[in-house]
Structure formats: structure tokens, C-alpha cells
């Protein structure tokens, strides 16, 4: 299984990224597909998810802002980043899970997998 996140870069706030993940060995539409953040000397945390019946996810610090999707024909997961701020600076980790539920989502612990991090940094 590999998953593979692309899309960071440096913006400036207010503007906006796409990050991708594109995985093999796993079937998107068959898992929940999570994303999350982690910025210099904190834990990384929950950012969205999209689940297997397709309802998404979103910490409240995005909601409104940043949009989960996912293209099953390309098993791709994708994280629309609109009205970029400071505070979402943070390298992004995408994660996928066969067992998650609604109450575990969230939860590091529920990600069976992980890809490699893409950076994201919004300027003021």
C-alpha cells in the first residue's frame, strides 16, 4: 500500500491549494480517507475525512474553507484549500482506514496507512 501526497507549496493568505493523494494497493471507495496536519513543534491533528459512504468530515478551524474529495476511478483523494491562512501552515499528511467510524475518525489511531508529508506554507 502507498499513499502519496503532492500539492503543497508557499502562498500567500487568502489564496488557495489543492493537495492530492494518490495511493495504490488500497481502493479509496472501500475506506475512509483522512487528512491531517502537522506544524512545527505540535502534534499533528485532524484536518477532514471523507468516509466510505462519502460524508465528509471537518475540524472547525476549516470548515467553510477546505473541501475533501475523492475521485474513485483514480484513486485519488483530494484536499481543496480555499482562504489560506497563516495558522493552516503545517506539513499535510494523507491517511487511509478500513475500520473507522464515525466516533473514531478523528483519531490518529484509526489510520491503517500514511503518506509522506507535502508542505504548505501561507505567508501574511
Known amino acids: 500500500v502507498q499513499l502519496q501526497a503532492s500539492g503543497g507549496g508557499l502562498v500567500q493568505a487568502g489564496n488557495s491549494l489543492r493537495l492530492s493523494c494518490i495511493t495504490s494497493g488500497i481502493t479509496v471507495s472501500r475506506n475512509s480517507m483522512g487528512w491531517f496536519r502537522q506544524a512545527p513543534g505540535k502534534e499533528r491533528e485532524f484536518v477532514a475525512a471523507?468516509?466510505?459512504?462519502?460524508?465528509?468530515i471537518y475540524t472547525d478551524s476549516v470548515k467553510g474553507r477546505f473541501t475533501i474529495s475523492r475521485d474513485n476511478a483514480k484513486n485519488t483523494v483530494y484536499l481543496q484549500m480555499n482562504s489560506l491562512k497563516p495558522e493552516d501552515t503545517a506539513a499535510y499528511y494523507c491517511?487511509?482506514?478500513?475500520?473507522?467510524?464515525?466516533?473514531?475518525?478523528?483519531?490518529?489511531?484509526?489510520?491503517?496507512?500514511w503518506g509522506q508529508g507535502t508542505l504548505v506554507t501561507v505567508s501574511s
Open positions: 471523507i468516509r466510505w459512504t462519502n460524508s465528509a
Open positions: 491517511a487511509a482506514s478500513a475500520g473507522a467510524i464515525l466516533s473514531t475518525i478523528r483519531n490518529l489511531g484509526a489510520y491503517d496507512y
